[in-house]
């Protein structure tokens, strides 16, 4: 066993640049996972810069200097985000605070149907599990509708904790686009001399989650707009709320999209009934989720949908259950990475000759 275990390292490390490799991914691997609720700023900053490094390379191309550049795209994102907030953000809190009131008319309702269950199927339902299962949704519910009416002192701390958050962020954002190039320069000086096998990662993995992050804003514009019309021609109740709900779905793959269903079809059902209203919005809904996983996925991430979909759906849920949310929007990047390491490790026959 010992000697299947050197030949294989002599296999995989005997080439200083995979060496240098493996060190970095560990080192990345290990400052995330002990850090990166500390480092949730310095992400969304990163996540930011890539979204607007378009725009300002355009700019510089156009004769602006650099630091301009950066100052202008960034001010005028501020004021776009500011003004879609302001549009945005008082609607969705009051339809979010009367679904919340209307929550234990629903769970009524559906205590009602459910209780006909055993009297309806004798053999198959037992009253005993129907009213267990209705007494913790029950709780679940009303636990989280009390929350969202709830306004306490913590609530405004939080607040001024976020504003902190937005003006560093700001500030990282504007610092990563001004000095993108010192910033590289400066990371190099850290590497080590063989980092041939780094580099051809780190420049396969720069453009990839470049186009991940702005297909991603684009592909939750898009559903999330197209969902909010289609809505609100329908005549659905929480419009808004449901549409920024089904547009952040896509955050995460396929899972994303089931789970958006739910309230969907929730809201639908409680308002129409099994009506032909609600059989026209689960058709508009289903092929909205079907233009978007079969048209627009494809144009936006060309090159992550060369992975299998079982493989996202991993990536989802190790990345995810290893860091939260970042983990669970960088999963198809990172995927694409661990993808890219394997790819690019050297294999036996790729090693000079001499070498075992």
Do not use: C
């Not at 198959?124 to 009303?142: E, G, K, N, P």
């Not at 996202?312 to 990475?337: E, Q, S």
Request: proline share 5%.
């Amino acid at each position: 066993m010992l000697d299947v275990l050197k030949h294989w390292y002599r296999q995989r490390f005997s080439d200083p640049g995979a060496v240098a490799l493996f060190l970095i991914l560990l080192f990345g691997f290990v400052v995330v996972y002990f850090m990166g609720h500390i480092l949730a700023p310095f992400f969304a900053a990163i996540v930011i810069a890539y979204l607007l490094e378009w725009p300002v390379s355009r700019m510089e191309r156009l004769g602006l200097g650099r630091g301009l550049a950066a100052g202008v795209v960034l001010l005028l994102f501020a004021l776009l985000m500011v003004l879609s907030l302001i549009s945005i953000v008082p609607s969705f809190l009051v339809q979010t605070a009367n679904l919340a009131r209307e929550v234990p008319t629903m769970i009524s309702r559906t205590q009602e149907v459910m209780l006909t269950l055993p009297e309806q199927y004798p053999e198959l339902v037992d009253v005993t599990l129907v009213q267990s299962i209705l007494d913790d949704l029950r709780a679940r519910l009303l636990g989280s509708a009390d929350a969202i009416l709830s306004v306490s002192i913590s609530s405004l701390t939080n607040a001024a904790v976020l504003l902190v958050y937005l003006i560093l962020v700001s500030v990282l954002v504007f610092f990563m686009l001004k000095d993108k190039r010192h910033l590289l320069e400066g990371i190099s000086r850290f590497l080590p001399r063989n980092r041939e096998l780094v580099s051809r990662v780190w420049l396969e993995m720069n453009g990839q989650i470049a186009n991940y992050v702005r297909g991603k804003v684009i592909e939750i514009l898009i559903v999330g707009g197209v969902s909010y019309v289609t809505f609100m021609l329908l005549g659905l109740n929480y419009a808004l709320l449901l549409a920024v709900l089904v547009g952040f779905s896509v955050l995460i793959p396929y899972i994303g999209a089931a789970a958006a269903t739910v309230p969907v079809a929730m809201v639908g059902l409680f308002q129409w009934g099994l009506s032909p209203d609600f059989l026209y919005l689960m058709i508009a809904y289903a092929i909205i989720q079907a233009l978007d996983g079969n048209v627009l996925v494809p144009i936006l991430f060309s090159e992550a949908v060369n992975l299998h979909p079982i493989a996202i759906i991993v990536a989802v849920l190790v990345f995810g259950g290893l860091w939260g949310f970042w983990g669970v929007f960088f999963a198809i990047p990172l995927a694409t990475l661990v993808k890219a390491v394997i790819n690019a490790w050297p294999r036996h026959e790729d090693l000079p000759a001499g070498q075992p």
